[in-house]
T-cell receptor, first 115, second 110 residues
Framework: EPEVTQTPSHQVTQMGQEVILRCVPISNHLYFYWYRQILGQKVEFLVSFYNNEISEKSEIFDDQFSVERPDGSNFTLKIRSTKLEDSAMYFCASEVAPSSYNEQFFGPGTRLTVL | SQELEQSPQSLIVQEGKNLTINCTSS?????LYWYKQKYGEGLIFLMM?????EEKSHEKITAKLDEKKQQSSLHITASQPSHAGIYLC??????????FGKGTKLSVKP
Protein backbone atom coordinates (compact mmCIF):
# COMPACT_ATOMS: atom_id res chain seq x y z
CA GLU A 1 0.00 0.00 0.00
CA PRO A 2 1.40 3.44 -0.87
CA GLU A 3 2.43 5.60 2.04
CA VAL A 4 3.77 9.03 2.90
CA THR A 5 7.29 8.90 4.30
CA GLN A 6 9.13 11.48 6.40
CA THR A 7 12.75 11.97 7.38
CA PRO A 8 14.28 12.25 9.85
CA SER A 9 12.06 10.64 12.46
CA HIS A 10 13.66 12.76 15.15
CA GLN A 11 15.67 15.97 14.83
CA VAL A 12 17.41 17.75 17.67
CA THR A 13 18.71 21.25 17.02
CA GLN A 14 19.96 24.30 18.83
CA MET A 15 17.82 27.42 19.01
CA GLY A 16 18.53 29.72 16.07
CA GLN A 17 19.60 26.92 13.73
CA GLU A 18 17.91 26.12 10.45
CA VAL A 19 16.19 22.78 9.99
CA ILE A 20 14.75 21.07 6.95
CA LEU A 21 12.13 18.40 7.36
CA ARG A 22 11.59 16.11 4.42
CA CYS A 23 8.56 14.30 3.11
CA VAL A 24 7.90 12.03 0.16
CA PRO A 25 4.17 12.20 -0.65
CA ILE A 26 2.32 9.43 -2.44
CA SER A 27 3.33 9.55 -6.10
CA ASN A 28 0.02 10.34 -7.80
CA HIS A 29 -1.08 12.88 -5.19
CA LEU A 30 -1.23 16.55 -6.11
CA TYR A 31 -1.97 18.32 -2.83
CA PHE A 32 0.49 18.41 0.03
CA TYR A 33 0.20 19.65 3.58
CA TRP A 34 2.25 20.27 6.67
CA TYR A 35 0.71 20.09 10.12
CA ARG A 36 2.28 20.32 13.53
CA GLN A 37 1.34 18.97 16.95
CA ILE A 38 2.87 20.46 20.06
CA LEU A 39 3.02 17.81 22.75
CA GLY A 40 -0.39 17.30 24.33
CA GLN A 41 -2.13 19.71 21.96
CA LYS A 42 -4.18 19.62 18.77
CA VAL A 43 -2.87 18.78 15.36
CA GLU A 44 -2.71 22.20 13.65
CA PHE A 45 -2.61 23.06 9.98
CA LEU A 46 0.45 24.96 8.77
CA VAL A 47 0.37 25.11 4.99
CA SER A 48 -1.01 23.51 1.85
CA PHE A 49 0.83 23.27 -1.45
CA TYR A 50 -0.40 22.63 -4.96
CA ASN A 51 1.07 23.10 -8.41
CA ASN A 52 4.41 24.19 -6.99
CA GLU A 53 3.06 26.99 -4.89
CA ILE A 54 1.47 27.62 -1.53
CA SER A 55 -2.33 27.32 -1.68
CA GLU A 56 -3.16 28.34 1.85
CA LYS A 57 -1.30 28.96 5.06
CA SER A 58 -2.28 29.45 8.66
CA GLU A 59 -1.21 32.28 10.93
CA ILE A 60 1.36 29.91 12.45
CA PHE A 61 3.18 29.77 9.12
CA ASP A 62 5.14 33.00 9.41
CA ASP A 63 8.27 34.22 7.60
CA GLN A 64 10.42 31.72 9.49
CA PHE A 65 8.78 28.89 7.59
CA SER A 66 9.05 27.96 3.94
CA VAL A 67 8.07 24.98 1.82
CA GLU A 68 9.49 23.66 -1.37
CA ARG A 69 9.14 20.81 -3.78
CA PRO A 70 12.73 20.69 -5.05
CA ASP A 71 12.18 17.72 -7.33
CA GLY A 72 9.38 15.43 -8.43
CA SER A 73 9.21 13.48 -5.21
CA ASN A 74 10.32 15.45 -2.15
CA PHE A 75 8.33 18.07 -0.26
CA THR A 76 10.24 20.00 2.37
CA LEU A 77 9.49 22.27 5.29
CA LYS A 78 12.26 24.66 6.30
CA ILE A 79 12.38 26.56 9.55
CA ARG A 80 14.97 29.32 9.18
CA SER A 81 15.83 30.14 12.75
CA THR A 82 14.30 27.71 15.19
CA LYS A 83 12.78 28.81 18.48
CA LEU A 84 12.07 26.74 21.57
CA GLU A 85 8.37 26.89 20.80
CA ASP A 86 8.95 25.19 17.44
CA SER A 87 9.49 21.94 19.32
CA ALA A 88 6.68 19.71 18.09
CA MET A 89 5.78 16.76 15.94
CA TYR A 90 5.55 17.77 12.28
CA PHE A 91 3.32 15.76 9.98
CA CYS A 92 3.28 15.78 6.22
CA ALA A 93 0.09 14.74 4.43
CA SER A 94 -0.93 14.29 0.83
CA GLU A 95 -4.04 13.59 -1.19
CA VAL A 96 -5.25 13.45 -4.76
CA ALA A 97 -7.51 16.48 -4.28
CA PRO A 98 -9.07 18.23 -1.28
CA SER A 99 -12.50 16.65 -1.32
CA SER A 100 -14.70 15.26 1.39
CA TYR A 101 -14.59 12.02 -0.61
CA ASN A 102 -10.84 11.67 -0.40
CA GLU A 103 -8.61 10.40 2.36
CA GLN A 104 -5.76 12.59 3.45
CA PHE A 105 -2.75 10.35 4.02
CA PHE A 106 -0.42 11.26 6.86
CA GLY A 107 3.24 10.45 7.27
CA PRO A 108 4.67 9.08 10.53
CA GLY A 109 5.92 12.50 11.58
CA THR A 110 9.22 14.13 12.49
CA ARG A 111 9.74 14.97 16.13
CA LEU A 112 11.62 18.27 16.31
CA THR A 113 13.31 19.16 19.57
CA VAL A 114 14.78 22.66 19.88
CA LEU A 115 17.24 23.13 22.74
CA SER B 1 -13.59 29.59 12.26
CA GLN B 2 -14.60 25.98 12.59
CA GLU B 3 -13.98 24.18 15.86
CA LEU B 4 -14.33 20.51 16.69
CA GLU B 5 -14.96 19.45 20.27
CA GLN B 6 -14.42 15.89 21.37
CA SER B 7 -15.77 14.18 24.45
CA PRO B 8 -14.74 12.70 26.68
CA GLN B 9 -11.15 13.96 26.84
CA SER B 10 -10.06 10.62 28.25
CA LEU B 11 -11.63 7.27 28.87
CA ILE B 12 -10.56 4.19 30.80
CA VAL B 13 -12.53 1.04 30.09
CA GLN B 14 -12.26 -2.59 31.07
CA GLU B 15 -11.35 -4.95 28.24
CA GLY B 16 -14.48 -6.29 26.61
CA LYS B 17 -16.60 -3.22 27.34
CA ASN B 18 -18.20 -1.01 24.70
CA LEU B 19 -17.47 2.69 24.47
CA THR B 20 -18.45 5.78 22.50
CA ILE B 21 -16.47 8.89 21.62
CA ASN B 22 -18.25 12.00 20.39
CA CYS B 23 -17.23 14.80 18.08
CA THR B 24 -19.22 18.01 17.67
CA SER B 25 -18.55 20.68 15.08
CA SER B 26 -19.40 24.37 15.33
CA UNK B 27 -20.31 24.33 11.62
CA UNK B 28 -21.71 21.84 9.11
CA UNK B 29 -19.16 19.21 8.29
CA UNK B 30 -18.16 18.53 4.71
CA UNK B 31 -16.28 15.33 5.35
CA LEU B 32 -15.63 13.94 8.82
CA TYR B 33 -12.52 11.90 9.40
CA TRP B 34 -11.54 9.65 12.27
CA TYR B 35 -7.89 8.91 12.95
CA LYS B 36 -6.11 6.98 15.67
CA GLN B 37 -2.78 8.08 17.08
CA LYS B 38 -0.45 6.20 19.36
CA TYR B 39 1.16 8.65 21.77
CA GLY B 40 3.91 10.57 19.98
CA GLU B 41 3.40 8.75 16.70
CA GLY B 42 1.66 9.26 13.37
CA LEU B 43 -2.03 9.35 12.48
CA ILE B 44 -3.67 6.15 11.31
CA PHE B 45 -6.74 6.65 9.15
CA LEU B 46 -9.84 4.83 10.41
CA MET B 47 -12.87 6.10 8.50
CA MET B 48 -14.37 9.02 6.69
CA UNK B 49 -18.02 10.02 6.46
CA UNK B 50 -19.57 12.40 4.00
CA UNK B 51 -23.34 12.17 4.04
CA UNK B 52 -25.80 13.02 6.77
CA UNK B 53 -26.98 9.85 8.50
CA GLU B 54 -24.07 7.84 7.14
CA GLU B 55 -22.67 4.97 9.17
CA LYS B 56 -19.55 2.92 8.50
CA SER B 57 -18.03 -0.04 10.27
CA HIS B 58 -14.65 -1.68 10.21
CA GLU B 59 -13.98 -4.65 12.44
CA LYS B 60 -15.28 -3.57 15.85
CA ILE B 61 -15.37 0.16 15.18
CA THR B 62 -18.48 1.97 13.93
CA ALA B 63 -18.65 5.65 13.05
CA LYS B 64 -21.80 7.67 12.43
CA LEU B 65 -22.48 11.16 11.14
CA ASP B 66 -25.77 12.76 12.17
CA GLU B 67 -28.33 14.04 9.68
CA LYS B 68 -27.36 17.67 10.25
CA LYS B 69 -23.69 16.78 9.71
CA GLN B 70 -22.55 18.50 12.88
CA GLN B 71 -22.02 15.54 15.17
CA SER B 72 -20.22 12.25 14.79
CA SER B 73 -19.73 9.34 17.11
CA LEU B 74 -17.20 6.53 17.16
CA HIS B 75 -18.31 3.34 18.85
CA ILE B 76 -16.02 0.47 19.78
CA THR B 77 -17.57 -2.86 20.61
CA ALA B 78 -15.87 -5.31 22.96
CA SER B 79 -12.77 -3.18 23.43
CA GLN B 80 -9.32 -4.75 23.41
CA PRO B 81 -5.92 -3.46 24.58
CA SER B 82 -5.05 -2.91 20.89
CA HIS B 83 -7.75 -0.23 20.74
CA ALA B 84 -5.84 1.94 23.21
CA GLY B 85 -4.59 5.24 21.82
CA ILE B 86 -5.76 8.75 21.03
CA TYR B 87 -8.74 9.10 18.73
CA LEU B 88 -8.94 12.25 16.66
CA CYS B 89 -11.84 13.56 14.65
CA UNK B 90 -11.13 15.94 11.80
CA UNK B 91 -13.33 18.03 9.56
CA UNK B 92 -12.58 19.62 6.22
CA UNK B 93 -11.81 23.29 6.51
CA UNK B 94 -12.65 25.78 3.78
CA UNK B 95 -8.98 25.74 2.76
CA UNK B 96 -9.00 21.98 2.13
CA UNK B 97 -6.96 21.23 5.22
CA UNK B 98 -8.27 19.13 8.08
CA UNK B 99 -9.25 20.77 11.36
CA PHE B 100 -8.86 18.46 14.32
CA GLY B 101 -10.39 18.09 17.73
CA LYS B 102 -8.14 17.78 20.78
CA GLY B 103 -8.50 14.03 20.80
CA THR B 104 -9.85 11.42 23.18
CA LYS B 105 -7.31 9.30 25.01
CA LEU B 106 -8.51 5.74 25.39
CA SER B 107 -6.98 3.28 27.83
CA VAL B 108 -8.17 -0.33 27.93
CA LYS B 109 -7.48 -2.28 31.11
CA PRO B 110 -6.87 -6.00 30.63
Amino acid sequence: EPEVTQTPSHQVTQMGQEVILRCVPISNHLYFYWYRQILGQKVEFLVSFYNNEISEKSEIFDDQFSVERPDGSNFTLKIRSTKLEDSAMYFCASEVAPSSYNEQFFGPGTRLTVL
Amino acid sequence: SQELEQSPQSLIVQEGKNLTINCTSSKTLYGLYWYKQKYGEGLIFLMMLQKGGEEKSHEKITAKLDEKKQQSSLHITASQPSHAGIYLCGGRGSQGNLIFGKGTKLSVKP
